[in-house]
């Protein structure tokens, strides 16, 4: 019990400060690019961006029911996205519960570009109703969004 105590606080303090070094780090960026927003409207009238603002995440859901499964299975699926913001994505951080295994793209994600995230749940030692909340942490506004998956795991 102390452990998982332990581990919930030491989590809590990361993310924590992650949030802060990423707003800092948009705060800084949005200083340094003051100057340049001119020539990226420019840049983004002449290619007919349909987007604007900073990056922007488009799930079709914040909840995916994704059914059934026996104990002790491992669930594989993805759940994609779009960016509709005008400014590339960038994906710093997805955390999750210690059964889910998160994969999301590294590089910065263009305006208007559709990617997944690949997310393998490990069914070991549960059962009955789930729902596995997922934090990504980007360079959003704001920072963090939020999506989660529920699923059944019968004996």
């Known amino acids: 019990m102390r452990l998982k105590v332990k581990n919930f606080l030491?989590?809590?303090i990361v993310k924590?400060?992650?949030?802060?070094?990423?707003?800092?780090?948009?705060?800084?960026?949005t200083k340094d690019s003051s100057n340049k927003s001119t020539v990226q409207e420019k840049t983004n009238s002449t290619t007919n961006n349909i987007y604007s603002g900073p990056a922007k995440f488009k799930f079709d859901s914040t909840t995916y029911q994704k059914g059934q499964?026996?104990?002790?299975?491992?669930?594989?699926?993805?759940?994609?996205?779009?960016?509709?913001g005008a400014d590339p994505l960038e994906i710093k951080l997805i955390s999750a519960c210690e059964c889910t295994k998160v994969d999301?793209?590294?590089?910065?994600?263009?305006?208007g570009q559709k990617r997944s995230l690949k997310i393998s749940y490990d069914?070991?030692?549960?059962?009955?109703?789930q729902i596995v909340d997922l934090d990504i942490m980007a360079n959003?506004?704001?920072v963090n969004t939020f999506i989660k998956f529920e699923l059944l795991v019968i004996e």
């Open 140 to 142: 959003t506004i704001p």
């Open 123 to 129: 069914s070991k030692d549960k059962s009955g109703k």
């Open 16 to 29: 924590i400060l992650l949030c802060f070094c990423l707003v800092n780090c948009t705060i800084s960026k």
């Open 10 to 12: 030491i989590t809590g």
């Open 69 to 84: 499964i026996k104990k002790g299975e491992i669930l594989q699926f993805e759940i994609p996205f779009i960016n509709q």
């Open 104 to 111: 999301w793209p590294v590089l910065p994600i263009p305006s």
